[in-house]
């Protein structure tokens, strides 16, 4: 954005204004159409496929946006936007495969409220209620709700011990833990 409050812009700063402005405007062909081209010329950008592909899903063509996050994804494996996005879409059409892709980036981006969020939501939509649980309670801590946060993880605490799973009943009483603990040197401040 810096580059646009110049006396003039580069022509590609331009262009990916337009884009955004067309896809803003419904107009989602456009909008993909000029990312296509300027991602060809500017081919190290993978904001630039990310953007498409954020456009596609916004405009309801989760194939279409699947299809350009795993292509993003070939390229650069590990490029967290397209990754998020690729879990995203998965949410809509496999809960489960969601489920497996958002801990894996919960585990990678454990700041990312964003990703506890999203696997939240796969948790409960594939019937990991516990995980559903701990998920909002580090959604709720990193957002700096933690009393809410503690609560959470005593109703993940009693969910676990009700299914029986005394492993996952253990992590979450360290958890919390360490959200009292996390707590306490707040209060400090």
Do not use: C
């Not at 989760?62 to 390229?75: F, K």
């Amino acid at each position: 954005m810096a580059q646009l409050r110049q006396d003039t812009p580069p022509a590609s700063a331009e262009r990916y204004l337009e884009a955004l402005i067309a896809a803003h405007q419904e107009r989602t062909d456009e909008a993909l159409a000029s990312l296509d081209a300027l991602a060809r010329e500017l081919p190290d950008l993978s904001l630039i496929p990310a953007t498409a592909a954020e456009i596609a899903l916004d405009a309801g063509r989760r194939d279409v946006a699947l299809s350009r996050a795993e292509r993003i994804l070939r390229l650069s494996p590990s490029y967290f936007p397209a990754r998020l996005l690729r879990a995203e879409i998965l949410l809509q059409q496999s809960p489960g495969d969601a489920f497996n892709a958002l801990r894996q980036l919960s585990q990678q981006y454990p700041e990312t409220p964003q990703v506890f969020a999203l696997l939240a939501e796969a948790a409960g939509r594939s019937g990991h209620e516990t995980w559903g649980h701990l998920a909002r309670a580090e959604t709720l801590q990193l957002t700096g709700h933690i009393d809410r946060a503690i609560k959470q993880l005593d109703v993940a605490e009693d969910v676990a011990k009700r299914n029986g799973d005394f492993n996952m009943a253990s992590r979450i009483r360290q958890r919390r833990e360490d959200y009292m603990d996390y707590r306490e040197t707040l209060q400090k401040f």
